[in-house]
């Protein structure tokens, strides 16, 4: 079974960016779909962005315009490039592919 390791997560700033890393411990083409999910404190997890071996994409509306999913099936690796942050965007970020979880890497937007 695949394992997933997330990184890149922070404190930053409103305003300003992130890039997350999500290293996966097999060869993802053959992987369809993955996907980064985030938690808050006292909410449910909830989809951030994913995408397909095919390149297709989908964004929760919160980060529609901020946010880029991609992944490098070379490296088996797949990305996470935040933008424009805000404090609501506070939440420990996973990786998910199928029923498979990381461990979570915490991103934490204050001045």
């Known amino acids: 079974q695949v394992q997933l390791v997330e990184s890149g997560g922070g404190l930053v700033q409103p305003g300003g960016s992130l890039r997350l890393s999500c290293a996966a411990s097999?060869?993802?083409?053959?992987?369809?779909?993955m996907a980064w999910y985030r938690q808050a404190p006292g909410k449910e997890r909830e989809l951030v962005a994913g995408?397909?071996?095919?390149?297709?994409?989908n964004y929760a509306d919160s980060v529609k315009g901020r946010f880029t999913i991609s992944r490098d099936n070379a490296k088996n690796r797949v990305y996470l490039q935040m933008n424009s942050l805000k404090p609501e965007d506070t939440a420990v970020y996973y990786c998910?592919?199928?029923?498979?979880w990381g461990q979570g890497t915490q991103v934490t937007v204050s001045s």
């Open positions: 998910n592919t199928q029923s498979v």
């Open positions: 995408i397909t071996r095919g390149g297709f994409l």
């Open positions: 097999e060869n993802i083409n053959s992987i369809n779909y």
